[in-house]
Nanobody, 115 residues
Framework: QVQLVESGGGLVQPGGSLRLSCAAS????????MGWYRQAPGKQRELVAR???????NYADSVKGRFTISRDNAKYTVYLQMDSLKPEDTAVFYC?????????WGKGTLVTVSS
C-alpha cells in the first residue's frame, strides 16, 4: 500500500522558515520523481518544486531562491525547505510521487504565513 505522509506545516510569520517532510512507503522510492505541490484557497493546485530520481530539481518562479527541495533515498523522504515565507505562500502543501505504476499523493499539510 502506497503512503505519502507530509509533516512540518504550521503557522509562521512573514519572513520565517519551515521545513516540510514527506515520508514514503510502499513505493520504489529511488525510482520515483518526487514533487511538492500546493493549493491555496480558491485556486488550482500548482507545482512548487520537483526533484527527479537523479536529483535534478526545478522550481516554480514564485519560489525560486527561497525554497529548496531535497531527498534522502535511504530514509524514503523528500524535504522542502521554505525560507523568506510570504503570506501568498499560504496553502495546503501536497507531496507527489511519479512512478511508471502511477501518480501518488499525500493528504497534505497546511502552511499558514501570517503575522
Amino acid at each position: 500500500q502506497v503512503q505519502l505522509v507530509e509533516s512540518g506545516g504550521g503557522l509562521v510569520q512573514p519572513g520565517g522558515s519551515l521545513r516540510l517532510s514527506c515520508a514514503a512507503s510502499g513505493i520504489a522510492f529511488g525510482f520515483a520523481h518526487m514533487g511538492w505541490y500546493r493549493q491555496a484557497p480558491g485556486k488550482q493546485r500548482e507545482l512548487v518544486a520537483r526533484i527527479t530520481r537523479g536529483s535534478s530539481s526545478n522550481y516554480a518562479d514564485s519560489v525560486k531562491g527561497r525554497f529548496t527541495i531535497s531527498r534522502d533515498n535511504a530514509k524514503y523522504t523528500v524535504y522542502l525547505q521554505m525560507d523568506s515565507l510570504k503570506p501568498e505562500d499560504t496553502a495546503v502543501f501536497y507531496c507527489n510521487a511519479e512512478l511508471l505504476s502511477g501518480n501518488y499523493w499525500g493528504k497534505g499539510t497546511l502552511v499558514t504565513v501570517s503575522s
